[in-house]
């Protein structure tokens, strides 16, 4: 089992940036893709950005290619979602997913994550 933890939303202005960060714990973890998901009200949840077990793999959805970057410490169980040049299209509800079936693959979607967040809202102005 993973458990996880989100942190880091809030409200940011266009334009600007924020970084999202996700506590994990469980013995899993180290073996997990990790990904952030988004969602908003009336759309189902989407896979923005993910990242295979060893870190050397990265998933993003075309939208925010070059704008968000996902990371992760595995000596501190910890995964982030560096956002950048924020629009107001990114405000939405932010999860933190574990896929512990992956074997070292990216899959992105959320039925193959196992393990969720509560969520973190992110609000971006114009």
């Known amino acids: 089992q993973v458990q996880v933890v989100e942190s880091g939303g809030g409200l940011a202005q266009a334009g600007g940036s924020l970084r999202l960060s996700c506590a994990a714990s469980?013995?899993?973890?180290?073996?997990?893709?990790m990904a952030w998901f988004r969602q908003v009200p009336g759309k189902e949840r989407e896979c923005v950005g993910a990242?295979?077990?060893?870190?050397?793999?990265?998933y993003y959805v075309d939208y925010v290619k070059g704008r968000f970057t996902i990371s992760r410490d595995n000596s501190k169980n910890m995964v982030y979602l560096q956002m950048d040049s924020l629009n107001a299209e990114d405000t939405a509800l932010y999860y933190c997913?574990?896929?512990?079936?992956?074997?070292?693959?990216?899959?992105?979607?959320?039925?193959?994550?196992?393990?969720w967040g509560q969520g973190t809202q992110v609000t971006v102005s114009s």
């Open positions: 997913a574990a896929d512990v079936r992956a074997f070292g693959a990216i899959r992105t979607l959320a039925i193959d994550y196992s393990y």
């Open positions: 469980g013995r899993s973890f180290s073996w997990s893709t």
């Open positions: 990242i295979n077990d060893s870190g050397d793999r990265t």
